[in-house]
């Protein structure tokens, strides 16, 4: 990992009127590692994210984003956001929700229909390529999320608890979607409370109260804490900071 | 700024629109029923009015001939439906056979009436009816009117070049008793496409901007490259094509179902709704910021719109207003549009004739455009 991170964050804070969001968070990810950022609701994962997808100012502190301060074009052409939520126009079929989301960074609508193809078929919808989202069960409409999420070929991935709601099956099928971006070169970013999720990323953020209690591998957060769990780790963690 | 993501956007409110054929429906149906429902009650009744007419035409040369336009007149009426034509000498007493309710009105032809159109000047007729019942003075007004315009046809080729023609005749109404002009579907078409404009693209904008807040859609719009004035600009391209059908479907249905004369031009009509309709696109948007869901949307009806429709002439005359709202009613821009969109429709106004009031609908969506920027502004920061 001699390239520079995808991201670095230094002491960033954002605040909503008296809420400390985020409260000096330092975090940075490796180039083409998926790195799991860990922590209770409330915690400030989604508010990093905003933050890091351009959509949210930071109070205070800075941030770079593939060599760039958000928000700038160029982090948005690169970056895919999959929100925690579906964000879909249900009125439409899938196909012209990615198809969409395909224009919008700036394809043709022949490519984005060509893209829109491949993408239904690697989260395994091609046989409901033309029916309305409003009609796709949970899981469906979640893969739908991720190829609207994929359709630019983004480096950088941000996956905002991406597994809620789904079943243990899918859960583990959109895993193994995202460990073969991840082979391909994508960088990740995948908020969750799944501690089983976590084991999965290369490298993991432990947050609270909106900084960053511990980071590193699985392995090594285990280990440091003498814990058999990473939840166990985590409770540690918590603990540690408090006292501290 | 890239077109392609504008008209990605303007697309896909289109296409949104396509999969929701409820609402098509409904936009399309609603419209046509009220405007129906307007048209039979200022316009129909079964049984013909007695409606006295006074000719006084004294005719005049024409290269072939000796021609009297009112005595034409006075056939056209004959054969104009809903109305039954009774010959009279007295203006007099023709006014008080009105006033009486003996007969439903009276059309009064000036002596000059040949003279003047033959001479290429606009010239008018008077048309004598109480203002109280528009049910029975509607009938009279469209009756009158319809037989005008099969005149012009007869007649159209005997006027010289470049002048108003037997076109131009116009009609002078005169109400005898009640308040002054009541509502014809003549004047309350233009209030009605301007009302629906308004209305359904404030309900469509305003819900389908909430939707793409709640959905997160707008947050997935924010995240990409896109910039605010793309989405805005997308916005209105979108809802400007869905409106301009909704105005060409009403207009179509006033002027073949309803028989009333578009007298200016069509694209006169359009481009004024176009300059409201940008306005209004952004009301829907700024007030989606304020409201948390479909039926607070709904709730701000009666702040925006209600008033305008009351004071903007749909139901009372400008004119016949308290002053302090007449006043207040200049600041709607309904009430300008409406007026614009009447001169033009009726009066076959030209934009010259109009451009205050365009100016005025314009200075309103220039205003709206701003709020919409700072709103859109305010929400991604």
Not at chain 1, 217 to 236: C, I, M, V, W
Not at chain 2, 29 to 38: G, K
Not at chain 2, 212 to 224: F, I, N
Not at chain 2, 348 to 354: E, I, L, P, T
Request: with cysteine.
């Amino acid at each position: 990992m001699s390239e520079l991170p995808a991201v670095e964050a230094e002491g960033l804070v954002r605040t909503f009127g008296k809420v400390r969001a985020l409260d000096g968070l330092d975090l940075s990810i490796q180039s083409g590692e998926i790195l799991g950022l860990v922590g209770p609701n409330g915690s400030g994962k989604t508010t990093f994210i905003r933050v890091v997808a351009g959509l949210l100012k930071p109070t205070a502190g800075s941030v770079t984003v593939l060599g760039e301060v958000p928000p700038s074009r160029r982090i948005a052409a690169d970056v895919g956001y999959m929100t925690q939520a579906s964000a879909l126009y249900d009125d439409l079929p899938l196909a012209d929700n990615i198809v969409f989301f395909g224009r919008l960074f700036g394809m043709t609508k022949a490519d984005a229909r060509k893209r829109a193809a491949e993408l239904a078929e690697l989260v395994a919808l091609t046989e409901k390529f033309q029916t309305r989202v409003r009609d796709l069960s949970g899981g469906m409409r979640q893969r739908t999320n991720l190829a609207c999420a994929l359709v630019h070929r983004p480096r950088l991935l941000l996956l905002d608890e991406p597994t809620v709601g789904v079943d243990p099956v899918l859960r583990r099928a959109l895993w193994d979607h995202f460990a073969e971006l991840n082979a391909g070169g994508t960088t990740m970013l995948v908020t969750t409370h799944v501690m089983e999720e976590a084991e999965r990323c290369r490298r993991v953020a432990m947050i609270a109260s909106g900084r960053a209690i511990a980071v590193g591998t699985p392995d090594e957060l285990r280990g440091r804490t003498n814990a058999a769990t990473l939840e166990d780790a985590y409770l540690s963690f918590s603990d540690l900071d408090g006292v501290a | 700024m890239i077109v392609g993501r504008i008209l990605a956007i303007a697309g896909r409110i289109l296409n949104q629109f396509r999969h929701d054929r409820r609402t098509v429906a409904l936009i399309a149906i609603v419209p046509l029923v009220v405007t129906a429902l307007i048209g039979y009650l200022v316009s129909e009744d079964k049984e013909p009015l007695e409606v006295v007419i006074v000719n006084r035409d004294t005719g005049a040369q024409a290269p072939i001939g000796i021609v009297n336009v009112g005595a034409e007149l006075e056939r056209a009426l004959e054969d104009s439906e809903g109305i039954e034509p009774v010959a009279s000498k007295d203006v007099q007493e023709a006014e008080d056979d009105v006033r009486a309710q003996d007969v439903a009105g009276a059309v009064i032809v000036p002596a000059d009436l040949t003279a003047s159109l033959l001479g290429g000047e606009r010239a008018s007729i008077e048309v004598v009816v109480r203002g109280v019942d528009s049910g029975v003075d509607g009938p009279v007004l469209l009756g009158t009117q319809r037989a005008l315009a099969s005149l012009a046809d007869r007649l159209s080729g005997l006027a010289p070049q470049g002048t108003p023609g037997f076109g131009g005749i116009e009609i002078e109404r005169v109400a005898t008793s009640g308040i002054g002009a009541l509502p014809s579907i003549d004047h309350s078409a233009p209030v009605l496409i301007v009302a629906f404009a308004f209305l359904f693209t404030y309900l469509l904008t305003g819900i389908s901007f909430l939707r793409e807040r709640q959905s997160g859609t707008l947050e997935r719009l924010m995240a990409s490259p896109v910039v605010r004035l793309e989405v805005l600009l997308g916005y209105l391209l979108g809802f400007l094509g869905f409106a301009m059908i909704q105005a060409l479907l009403i207009l179509g249905y006033i002027v073949l179902v309803l028989d009333v004369r578009v007298a200016g031009s069509i694209w006169l009509v359009l481009l004024i709704l176009a300059i409201m309709v940008i306005g209004v696109v952004n009301v829907g948007i700024a007030l989606s910021f304020l409201a948390r869901n479909e039926l607070q949307v709904m709730q701000f009806i009666p702040l925006v719109f209600v008033p305008q429709v009351l004071l903007g002439g749909l139901v009372w005359p400008v004119e016949t207003l308290h002053p302090a709202l007449r006043w207040i009613s200049q600041a709607f821009p309904i009430t300008h549009a409406a007026a614009a969109l009447r001169e033009v429709m009726v009066g076959g106004a030209g934009f010259a004739d109009v451009a205050g009031r365009v100016l005025a609908v314009l200075a309103f969506a220039l205003a709206m455009v701003l709020v919409g920027v700072v709103a859109l502004r305010r929400q991604a920061a």
